[in-house]
């Protein structure tokens, strides 16, 4: 132990040697400080030192004092931007009548000579940081302030006071390279780059020290040893990038201008994330330009009608001037001259229809012109937009008559506003309806006119279009019967023959003649004032009535005569209806059938006793049946007399908790009974459940549970609820209620409503790779039920914001027009068993939350297919976190009543020639398909081909067997069939649409359709 000792202290006091004949070397020749006194007691420091961010040159002075003001240490710079190692020296305690120095823990004190300015720097005027070694050496980094440990090591970077404070430094780092301008012009050393992270803490700063770069910047993360104390970044933290402009005194920060990441790598350093991110251990080159346009009215890159844009500018200081041209141009460079000592305010889109930009130069005091900036477009869309075209019946006797209306072109959004019978601005209704039925009675003999307009892209309303529906309910004068059969014009006669013409007369406003509700064997043109009547009678008295009826329906009173034929012939009637043969000959009625209309009433009560049509179903043509007007004692010759039976209100449902993780029996509660013309009971109530992946209620594999109809013989309250069971975690549900009232028996629906039975997973195993080539595009696909499975909600804002530019999402739906995609927006959603094109250009890790599907039973995947167009592809995916062989998966074919059309049968045991699919599975791979597809992955996603017209959009599934999951390892391949019908087949199938077609798209918020292919080239609109 003792010659260890020796060893180690002889070895230091060599260090120490030599340490001390550097430093006395070093100081031996100080000019501004004394050199201090020596000491055996000692520590060391070494670091960077600046003045004003810019390298200390040589014969610059840094010097050390302890509390009491004592000079201990002193470095003069001999490389540019370093100093030390400097001996710091501690106070002897053998030496009592003098202070050599610092004693343990003494707070230093740092001053710093600029021998090129002959300045001294001190206390707040200098800006001190710790600083960490690269090589592994054994120093360590500095407190701030500095302290004094007999026999410790310190790098202590030295600066001029700064406009940004210093970070906190730890061991996790980043860093970041690269160039900026502002204004065109390059930044100058002293200007100042702060780097924040998202709670506003400094994590990075840097001094410019060579003209237009700045870095090697270190942003520092947080350390997680220290809980207490935040000193920085975390992994994917976007930063903020603020810049100090020394000489105009001014802070620039992001997003505020414009960040261009460079496209190119030198090695080390590879280009940033757009926006930039802190991650540990990584080098970025940033770019940065600071922009001169602050705001813009309308905002660039919009659609506007207005021929004048209004802008604001970040204008700055030593611009002697600036040159600026406005054209269709995308890189126009203005002349080298100077147009205005300021920027314009306000510029004129005055060479028609569309895109604009403005190009801008600027020139410094220095008479040097930066290059140009480029801003725009704005599209100048011309104001086209035209009265709707409103329609309606012109003449109507409905005191709620209906109006109809359409866009007439233009640039019109499908937005509408109706006024009935005014055009005052403060009573307009906005809908997106085309139709008009007035929920009260509206006056009757006037006319009632309905003003529409049309709301276009701008917010501008368009001119009214107008139809004026005449609603008239006076009945036309009543008919006369002129006949004299010998009692005078219209009184009863006797006839001794059956065959009889009676004649009479009516008004000109008359349509049709009805004697005893039926126009048969009348004689009468519209409008003219005489008709004639023939007829058989019965022996007996023989009531005939005449009404008259004009062109909208509204019916006269009648006049009636009686005529009595008096005959002893036998009478023969075949179906006792009532009405002998030879006179339902008369009325076109059928001899074997005594309700020959099917209303409800036999032929002979019709003409004898109702005086109603016995060829009609309804002679007053109010919409009801004879025999029910009857029945509920109405007139059934009166159109007014009826008042139909409403439906009862459609119910509302909903479930008894909002925990995602459901069990497998709930309760279904729904809202109270509502009867529309509320005088009918609350009689049953329906509850319907369906599974999601298979959407057909009442499949005979169903639990008895999901059909259940409760009466209201029971409980009141088992008509609002029901307990649901049978449910099977992993699984999706649709359910409706419905409720049926006493009188009129109608069933009315509520919405369908989901359950989805399981607890919520986060799944981010879809990992989407940087690109923008047509062999970049992925097809994915997604294994969980989401609550809410609009794209918009599950992907997030950050897609949306960017969608065109830097992402591209979308599905293939062959219902569309001829075919065509959905893609990212409200219309479409993520759910399993459908795969999706993705493509990002920085690359893109996908998160969702939802239930995971199930994996221990068969999941079933529906099929779509275009009868008009002959178009059957379908993107599919496995639907839960299993993998499947193609030839294991199975189809199903059922009609629209569930009844099953073609059994289940695998992929491998499908003939060739079957009616229903194709059975090639196609896949992407480096931007080409391939049809060989054995092995289906799940997250992946392939095309499937349905094969003829047979199969409906409703009722033809592939069924993912639970008994065929997760055995992609173990089982023997078996291959499908390579004969010559395979090819034939091959050829007759063709081959899945491309991905979305960026140069034809056609999109707007609310119809986010394309139709085609597409080819990535989404980058165009960022970089030319």
């Known amino acids: 132990m003792i010659v260890h000792y020796k060893i180690r202290t002889n070895l230091f006091q060599i260090c120490f040697a030599i340490i001390f004949f550097l430093t006395t070397f070093n100081v031996a020749k100080a000019g501004h400080f004394p050199i201090p006194i020596f000491s055996p007691y000692s520590c060391d420091y070494l670091g960077l030192v600046r003045i004003d961010g810019v390298i200390a040159t040589p014969d610059t002075e840094v010097a050390f004092f302890d509390s009491d003001n004592v000079l201990c240490g002193l470095f003069i710079v001999q490389r540019d931007g370093e100093y030390g190692i400097v001996h710091i020296y501690g106070d002897d305690p053998d030496t009592l009548n003098i202070d050599e120095g610092a004693s343990q823990d003494d707070i230093l004190k740092i001053r710093v000579w600029d021998n090129v300015n002959q300045i001294e720097y001190s206390g707040e005027h200098l800006n001190l940081t710790g600083g960490y070694s690269q090589n592994g050496s054994f120093f360590s980094s500095s407190s701030v302030p500095p302290i004094w440990k007999n026999q410790m090591a310190f790098i202590l970077n030295i600066d001029t006071k700064s406009h940004f404070s210093a970070p906190t430094a730890t061991p996790y780092i980043s860093n970041y390279i690269g160039n900026i301008t502002i204004y065109g012009e390059r930044v100058e050393p002293g200007d100042e780059i702060g780097i924040f992270d998202p709670d506003g803490i400094l994590c990075g700063h840097f001094r410019i020290q060579e003209s237009g770069k700045y870095g090697i910047v270190q942003v520092y993360g947080d350390n997680p040893a220290t809980i207490d104390i935040d000193e920085g970044a975390k992994d994917n933290d976007l930063l903020t990038f603020k810049i100090w402009d020394k000489d105009l005194a001014m802070e620039w920060q992001s997003p505020d201008n414009y960040f261009f990441a460079t496209d190119a790598s030198n090695g080390f350093f590879n280009a940033s994330p757009m926006p930039p991110i802190w991650t540990k251990d990584t080098g970025y080159i ?55 000592l300021n920027m314009p305010t306000s510029i004129n889109l005055d060479q028609g229809e569309g895109n604009y930009y403005i190009h801008v130069r600027i020139l410094d005091m220095d008479d040097a012109w930066s290059n140009p900036f480029h801003y725009g477009p704005w599209q100048l869309v011309e104001n086209q937009i035209f009265a709707p075209i409103v329609t309606g019946d012109s003449l109507t006797n409905n005191v709620r008559p209906t109006w109809t209306w359409q866009s007439a072109g233009g640039s019109g959004t499908g937005v509408y506003r109706f006024q009935l019978n005014s055009e005052n601005d403060n009573t307009w209704t906005e809908t997106q309806e085309t139709k008009l039925t007035p929920q009260t009675d509206l006056e009757s003999e006037i006319s009632h006119v309905l003003y529409v307009q049309e709301k276009d892209i701008f917010d501008n309303w368009s001119e009214s279009g107008n139809f004026s529906i005449q609603i008239d309910r006076i009945p036309p004068t009543a008919p006369i019967i002129t006949t004299d059969g010998g009692n005078g014009p219209g009184i009863d006669y006797t006839v001794t023959t059956s065959s009889i013409t009676l004649t009479g007369t009516c008004d000109t406003d008359t349509f049709e003649i009805y004697v005893n509700n039926y126009t048969q064997n009348v004689s009468y043109l519209h409008y003219h004032t005489e008709w004639t009547y023939t007829a058989n009678l019965l022996p007996g008295s023989n009531l005939i009535s005449v009404k008259a009826v004009d062109s909208i329906n509204n019916i006269s009173l009648t006049d009636e005569i009686t005529v009595y034929y008096d005959d002893h012939i036998i009478i023969t009637d ?44 309804d002679s007053d043509n109010d919409g009801v049946k004879d025999g029910r007007e009857i029945v509920d004692q109405t007139d059934p010759n009166d159109q007014y007399s009826y008042v139909e039976n409403m439906p009862p209100e459609r119910p509302t449902a909903w479930i008894d908790q909002d925990d995602p993780t459901m069990p497998d029996n709930v309760w279904i509660y729904s809202s109270d009974f509502k009867d529309s013309d509320k005088k009918d009971a609350h009689a049953k109530t329906y509850w319907k459940i369906k599974r999601a992946d298979w959407n057909k209620y009442n499949c005979p594999d169903y639990p008895s549970s999901f059909n259940f109809v409760a009466t209201n013989s029971g409980p009141l309250e088992d008509l609002k609820q029901y307990l649901l069971t049978g449910l099977i975690s992993g699984f999706q549900y649709v359910y409706m209620v419905g409720y049926e009232d006493s009188g009129s028996t109608y069933i009315s629906w509520s919405d369908e409503y989901l359950i989805t039975v399981g607890g ?27 609550k809410n499975p609009i794209a918009v909600d599950v992907l997030g804002n950050e897609i949306w914001e960017k969608y065109g530019k830097s992402f591209k999402i979308g599905t293939y739906n062959p219902l569309i027009n001829e075919g065509g995609y959905v893609e990212y927006g409200e219309n479409l959603k993520i759910e399993p068993g459908k795969s999706y094109w993705f493509l990002a250009a920085d690359g893109y890790n996908v998160s969702t939350t939802g239930v995971p599907v199930s994996t221990s039973h068969d999941i079933y995947v529906k099929l779509t297919y275009n009868t008009t167009h002959n178009n059957g592809w379908n993107m599919i995916a496995c639907p839960n976190s299993s993998d499947y062989f193609w030839e294991d998966v199975e189809i199903f074919v059922t009609n629209e009543n569930g009844e099953t059309v073609f059994p289940r049968t695998s992929i491998s045991e499908l003939d060739e020639n079957n009616s229903y699919i194709f059975k090639f599975l196609w896949r992407w791979e480096d931007g080409d398909y391939n049809p060989d597809t054995k092995k289906m992955i799940r997250y992946k996603g392939y095309w499937v081909n349905v094969k003829t017209e047979k199969v409906t959009t409703e009722n033809v599934y592939l069924i993912f067997p639970e008994a065929h999951q997760n055995n992609l390892s173990t089982k023997k391949q078996n291959n499908l069939d390579a004969s010559r019908l395979r090819q034939r087949n091959l050829t007759l199938c063709g081959t899945p649409p491309l991905p979305i077609d960026n140069e034809k798209q056609i999109r707007t918020v609310n119809a986010p359709y394309i139709s085609g292919c597409f080819i990535g080239t989404i980058y165009k609109s960022l970089f030319q």
């Open 286 to 340: 940033l770019n940065i330009t600071i922009s001169p346009v602050k705001t813009a009215e309308p905002a660039i890159n919009t659609i506007t009608n207005k021929s004048t844009v209004s802008i604001s500018w970040n204008e700055g200081s030593f611009v002697k001037g600036y040159s600026w041209v406005v054209n269709q141009s995308t890189d126009t460079s203005p002349d080298a001259k100077v147009i205005s």
């Open 574 to 617: 075949s179906d006792n209806d009532g009405l002998p043969d030879s006179i339902e000959i008369t009325y076109g009625t059928d001899i074997h059938r005594p309700d020959t209309d099917e209303d409800g009433l036999n032929d002979g009560d019709e003409v004898n006793i109702h005086r109603t049509s016995p060829i009609h179903i």
């Open 760 to 786: 919520p997973v986060e799944d981010k195993k879809i990992q989407i790779k940087p690109g923008i080539e047509l062999s970049d595009y992925q097809m994915v696909s997604f294994v969980q039920w989401i």
